[in-house]
């Protein structure tokens, strides 16, 4: 076993050696072979037309919803429509308004790792720049106007709503002016019923001042009639001085409570509306 081995690793190392003598006499051929592959390389880089990569960076635009800021379009979906839909659309619709032009124009798009941001690439010589930039605008033109027809359904609702809001608040305003002239009508009711009380009150005091000076001085029939005719106006002007005491004390009071209480909730739902 040992003698075997031993002659494989001779017959390797005669190979080796062979071959190692086979390119120092080859040395002089493949010194030719690489440089005319440099040579080549050489060539091939100065006559084939550069290519240029021209690229177009796209944010996606945010709304505000519920107090939230939010992207007006998913990344992954926006990138599938322009994928799928607007680059074969915008591509088509070129080659259809410049039929003579048969250059294979390619536009890719790609979101960059842990971004928001959409990229469109393209490659291809520098007289397509002017092209490429054309078409990459347009791609970003159909973007804009489908952000644009979102963004109008959402505007509107929002003016909807803003008009809604509005009209509540303009009719809140209205209470607010309804209860405070109610108010102002309760006061003038009451300034009015004090100015009839405190005349009455002087027709209870003049008539128990006559019925006193009646009675010193009732002497027949006739004075006895005037007593009790005195006796009858000072009651009812009594009845008349309680019942308006009573409405002013209590019907009015109430209403003046209730109607300010009305007053402060109509002014905080006018608050609540605005904010």
């Known amino acids: 076993m040992e003698e075997t081995a031993s002659k494989s690793i001779n017959n390797d190392e005669i190979s ?129 106007d489908d952000h644009d027809r979102f963004i109008g359904v959402l505007r509107k609702e929002y003016e909807i709503k803003i008009n809604k809001i509005s009209n509540e608040v303009l009719s809140a305003q209205d209470q607010v002016t309804l209860y405070k002239n109610n108010l102002k009508r309760i006061d003038d009711n009451i300034r009015l019923l004090k100015t009839q009380i405190k005349q009455i009150q002087q027709l209870v005091s003049d008539g128990i001042a006559n019925r006193r000076k009646a009675v010193r001085e009732v002497k027949n029939q006739a004075t006895a009639m005037t007593l009790l005719m005195i006796d009858n106006e000072i009651q009812q002007n009594q009845q008349r001085l309680d019942a308006l005491e009573e409405k002013m004390s209590i019907t009015l009071s109430n209403q003046r409570d209730n109607t300010e209480k009305k007053l402060a909730d109509a002014k905080r739902n006018v608050n609540d509306k605005l904010n």
């Open 16 to 144: 080796l050696s062979d071959l190692i003598k086979v390119l120092i006499r080859r040395k002089n051929t493949i010194y030719v072979v690489m440089a005319l592959v440099v040579m080549l390389a050489i060539a091939a880089a100065l006559l084939l037309p550069k290519k240029y990569q021209y690229s177009t960076s796209i944010e996606i635009g945010t709304m505000i919803v519920k107090d939230d800021i939010r992207l007006i379009d998913d990344p992954q979906t926006l990138l599938a429509k322009i994928t799928e839909s607007y680059i074969p659309a915008t591509l088509a619709e070129y080659y259809e308004n410049n039929p003579e032009d048969e250059t294979g124009y390619m536009i890719t798009a790609r979101i960059p790792k842990k971004s928001e941001i959409i990229v469109l690439e393209a490659k291809g010589r520098e007289t397509s720049e002017a092209v490429y930039k054309l078409l990459e605008n347009q791609i970003v033109a159909r973007i804009v």
